[in-house]
């Protein structure tokens, strides 16, 4: 005798579908509420970053009257004037990286042998954070405030002292932009290459000299290939930093543009020579290119590098 099964009541049957909340459509409005939370971030990298970039693009491969030409670019890299601006701001760029790296890195590695929370420690901390974002007019008055021809400390060597060693002028060029640069990239390669040092273990140290190595066979074998990706990453990273800074190059040099950022702001704002802004922005096209090949450099070395932070 066959048994035939009882009809299942409503209850059953909405209970055996499942929740109406767990279908399909609920998962995808749940993915949208995700990735809404990332709509200030995107708003903000297309307004200040994706756009200008557009902007910038958009008017280097134009003319005055709209036409597309690559006249501007073509002005840019046959042009002596820019070629130089372009070496002199690399050239630039790359001592301060450089001194600031060795520099820094010796301060963040005298920082590693003193107590994480002593108050030596926390004072440099502090002042690098604060001294690396101080730049712009205020960096250059300082200096020029201290080393200009009626600076303090010129005067003070030329009135106290007898010597008229400081002069007065360097300040104004290229020298005294080097020094100013230099001024912020010290503290700011403290706070980078720090991490770095945090990554290296007493362990590896004991270890290697348990084997009979010598601190330089630890350097030449473990310590300094492990800092190695880092040290390269902070150093493009201060590049970087110094090749597109603006403020203080402009407060700090009042007559000329020797270097690409005062050339743009010459070609945009000149009442000399007037039809030049799309030049302006092949120029800041040229340092797009630049500081993307750098951040590319520095995205490939601090790949590597993580594995030794972590």
Known sequence: MTEVAAPRSESDAAAGAGSPS????SRRFR?????????????????????????????????????PTLQNIVTVLSGSGFRDAFVRSITLSAQTAIIGATLGGLLAWALMDSDPNGWLRRIVLAA??????????????AFLATFAFNGLATMFMREVVGLDILGGSWIYGM??????????????????????????????????????GSAWRYWRHVGGPILAPSFLGA??????????????????VSQGSPIVPLRIRGALTSEVVLGQANVGKALALGM?????????????VQRRASRWVK
């Open 31 to 67: 993915g949208a509420r995700d990735y809404l939370a990332l709509a200030p971030f995107l708003s903000y990298v297309t307004l200040f970053m994706l756009l200008p970039t557009a902007i910038v693009v958009i008017g280097a491969l134009q003319a005055d009257d709209g036409t």
């Open 288 to 300: 797009i290119v630049v500081v993307a090949v750098v951040m590319l450099l520095y995205a490939l």
């Open 235 to 252: 150093l493009l990273l201060l590049f970087a930093n110094a090749f597109s800074a603006y403020a203080t190059a402009a407060a700090l």
């Open 128 to 141: 690098s954070a604060v001294l690396s974002q101080f730049g712009g007019v205020m960096l250059a008055f």
């Open 22 to 25: 767990s279908g399909a459509g």
């Open 175 to 212: 020298n005294g932009l080097m020094v100013v640069y230099t001024y912020f990239q010290i503290p700011l390669m403290v706070i980078i290459f720090l991490p770095a040092l945090g990554g290296l273990r007493r362990e590896w140290w004991e270890a290697s000299s348990s084997l009979g």
